[in-house]
């Protein structure tokens, strides 16, 4: 069934039981929850779903490791067990990787203190779908990778976590709720909140794409607008004093070749310190992350330039023979981490990850801080949080969990993807080109293959540096509420960091393929495919926009539909 994107008018039909504002990965786990408990439940997203931190993040689904080093037990280990549960509910976005943790001579975690520390995180995973930590010495690490600097090295250890697909895995968490009931609308910007009687009891919201405006309302608000809350919270009360102190972390893509190595590493930067990764994601590795206190609007955020020579320094003094360059970077991305505030004179990358729900002077609700790994447990505590603002009858029907660590997310309703492998190869699809399909949409490949059953067309690449292929825009502009080619290129398909024009070779075509779709006039499909730089007119669409044997400059109508 297709996932629509909702009107402004229609969220404002009636009353809700509850509105969302933020479409992050806790907002989509907030109307996912609220949805399967029956409520009526809305959600306004001022971009694209996950546009903001969602689609920022070191793509890590994991305990924390690093938190046993100050003491965080608890939320280590909730963390290990929100793991397991999204390995078994989305086995295609969330997936099982070995980490390496090389050991040196001065290194600020001695070898003995990492064997305890792996050993403790692997006691506290139990059961938790991944294999038990292990410890190596010098010769037996530089097996598992050979690339690893030799000088003062002492061993060091081998443990299991989880890599996800950060943005993917909030669309698929998104629709889920959209499947029971839940309604949701992106580039829908909140302008002000409605109050009566000293309560909020809505908001103001205007559509970007069609310049609608609606009065929203609903008996319980709830911001999870992440970097973004503290902004929100002063529409209803101007003096609330700060919930966030704000970090950027940036990470840096560079071919994995360069690098040469087999597993993830997580290893101590010689430059400061400061525990950072080195991340496989298909034949490109990508190196993260910063922790720096940021104090500027949260979209604001990029990787700069000494960013950049930063990561690119410690990766090459891990990997000596690597001799990364500033000209060997494909894509950069940052993001903004709402980081609970209280410890000014603490690093940043020792600031908890917990999070906090608090009720505002006119009863909004926010949920503050947290981490991606966590954010289903967020968004339950959330919905009982704003459960208890409502009358005791209504709070009473709807007060039982529903099943969200069980049901799966689209797509994951099966781990073995060998039918779908098959099927693929006996269409004519290279396998690097199957893997990949079935690593993005699990058991809805099905629907990719039938839309290429439909047009062989669909089969063909859409980027000459990149697997992507056209039935994949078809099936995320039908299923997964893409509305603008940046939203498919960027989150939806991520060309925007695994190549290095950032996807713009494949704009056309998407822009055709989108165009075709949503009946999108000529104009539209030109202002999509080519965008003009910031602050400059719109370029005059071109005469032909195209995708191979598929051509929008034919169309006599000017319509945009063939």
Known sequence: MPSLRAALSDLATRELDLLVIGGGITGAGILRDAAMRGLSVGLVEQGDFAAGTSSRSSRLIHGGLRYLEHYQWRLVFEALRERAVLLRIAPHLVRPITFVVPAYRGD???????????????????????????????????????????????????????????????????????????????????????????????????????????????????????????????????????????????????????????????FTSSVDGRVMFILPWGSLSYIGTTETDFTRSPEQVTASQEEVRYLLRSANALFPQAHLGEEDVLATWAGVRPLLAGHPNVPAGAVSREHRIVRGSQGMITVAGGKLTTY????????????????????????????????PLPGGESAVFDPFIQTGLDLGLPPATVERLVHRYGTETAAVYNLIREDRRLL???????????????????????????????????????????????????????????????????????????????????????????????????????
């Open 108 to 266: 600020r975690i001695p070898r003995w203190k990492l064997a305890a520390g792996l050993g403790l995180y692997g006691l506290l995973a139990i059961g938790g779908n991944v294999a038990r930590p292990r410890m190596f010495g010098k010769a037996g690490l530089l097996i598992l990778e050979p690339g690893l600097r030799v000088r003062g090295l002492r061993g060091g250890g081998l443990y299991h976590d989880a890599q996800c697909d950060d943005a993917r895995l909030v669309i698929a968490t998104l629709r889920s709720g959209l499947t029971h009931g839940g309604r949701a609308a992106n580039y829908a910007r909140v302008t002000g909140l409605v109050s009566e009687g000293g309560k909020v009891v809505g908001v103001e919201a205007h559509d970007l794409l069609t310049g609608d405006r609606a009065t929203i309302r609903a008996r319980a608000v709830i911001n999870a607008t992440g970097p973004w809350v503290d902004t929100l919270r002063r529409m209803e009360d101007p003096g609330v004093p700060a919930l966030l102190r704000l970090s950027s972390g940036a990470h840096v893509v560079v071919p994995r070749d360069r690098l040469g190595h087999t597993n993830a590493i997580t």
């Open 376 to 407: 289903r447990r967020m968004a339950a505590e959330t919905v009982a949080m704003a459960l208890s603002g409502l009358p005791p009858d209504a709070a009473a029907q709807y007060r039982e969990a529903p099943p969200t660590d069980w049901e």
């Open 460 to 562: 063909q690449p859409i980027h000459p540096d990149h697997l992507a292929i056209g039935a994949e825009v078809v099936q995320v502009t039908r299923r997964e509420l893409a509305v603008r080619v940046e939203d498919v290129l960027d989150r939806r398909i991520h060309l925007g960091t695994e190549t290095g024009d950032g996807g713009r070779a494949a704009a056309p075509a998407v822009a055709a393929l989108m165009g075709r779709e949503l009946g999108w006039d000529a104009d539209r499909i030109a202002r999509e495919a080519a965008p003009p730089p910031p602050g400059t007119a719109t370029a005059e669409p071109p005469d032909r926009v195209s995708f191979p044997g598929l051509s929008l400059g034919s169309d006599p109508e000017g319509t945009g539909v063939l």
